[in-house]
C-alpha cells in the first residue's frame, strides 16, 4: 500500500544554538520567522541543558502554551509496527518531532519538522521530508528513509519515545 502525505511547510532557520524549537513551532503554524523574545522566561527551557530536555512533562506544557496537540512515538522493533502510527499523525498535519540526537558527537535536544511521507508503505521504502532547523541561520531539507529517521540514535528518551507536537 503506497502512502503519498504533502504538507507545505517552509524551512525556518533557528538564530542561535539553542532555539530550534522555537523554529519548529514557526514552522508548525506556518510563519516564515520568530522572535525569540522572552523565550529563556517560559519555564520550558532549561540552560543547564542547553535546550527544552526531552520529556513529556516539557512538552505537554509546551503544546498547551502554543495551542498544539502532543502525541508520543514509542520506535519498536520491527518499524514497520510504527509506520502507521506515525501516518496517521502526519494526516493530519506536519509533525514537530522533539527529542535528543547526537549531533556533532555530543547528545542534545533538538527540534526538526517532518512535512511529507511519500513511497511504497514499507520503513525502507518509504520516504520523509525533514525540515531541520539546523545549521544556524541556514537550516536545511532532507529526504530520509521511514527506517534510516526512526533508527537515528537517541538518547534519554526512555522509553525510546519520540515526542511530537502537531498544530
Keep these: 500500500m503506497s502512502v503519498n502525505i504533502n504538507h507545505k511547510v517552509?524551512?525556518?532557520?533557528?538564530s542561535t544554538n539553542d532555539t530550534c524549537w522555537l523554529a519548529a513551532i514557526a514552522m508548525?503554524?506556518?510563519?516564515?520567522?520568530?522572535t525569540p523574545e522572552p523565550y529563556t522566561d517560559t519555564g520550558f527551557f532549561r540552560h543547564d541543558y542547553g535546550g527544552i530536555p526531552p520529556q513529556a512533562e516539557y512538552y505537554k506544557r509546551l503544546a498547551s502554551a502554543y495551542r498544539l496537540r502532543y502525541a508520543e512515538l514509542k520506535p519498536s522493533i520491527p518499524a514497520s509496527s510504527t509506520l502507521p502510527q506515525f501516518e496517521k499523525l502526519l494526516i493530519i498535519a506536519p509533525?514537530?518531532?522533539?527529542?535528543?540526537?547526537?549531533?556533532h558527537g555530543?547528545?542534545?535536544?533538538h527540534a526538526t519538522v517532518i512535512?511529507?511521507?511519500?513511497g511504497t508503505g514499507t520503513p525502507s521504502g518509504?520516504?520523509?521530508?525533514?525540515?531541520d532547523p539546523l545549521p544556524v541561520n541556514r537550516g536545511k531539507i532532507r529526504l530520509i528513509s521511514y527506517q534510516?529517521?526512526?533508527?537515528?540514535?537517541?538518547?534519554?528518551?526512555?522509553?525510546?519515545t519520540i515526542l511530537c507536537l502537531l498544530y
Design 10 to 14: 517552509t524551512l525556518v532557520p533557528q
Design 115 to 118: 512535512g511529507s511521507m511519500k
Design 126 to 131: 518509504t520516504m520523509l521530508t525533514e525540515y
Design 148 to 160: 534510516k529517521w526512526l533508527s537515528k540514535p537517541r538518547y534519554k528518551s526512555s522509553p525510546r
Design 106 to 109: 555530543k547528545w542534545t535536544p
Design 95 to 103: 509533525v514537530g518531532v522533539f527529542d535528543t540526537q547526537l549531533i
Design 28 to 34: 508548525l503554524k506556518g510563519a516564515t520567522t520568530y
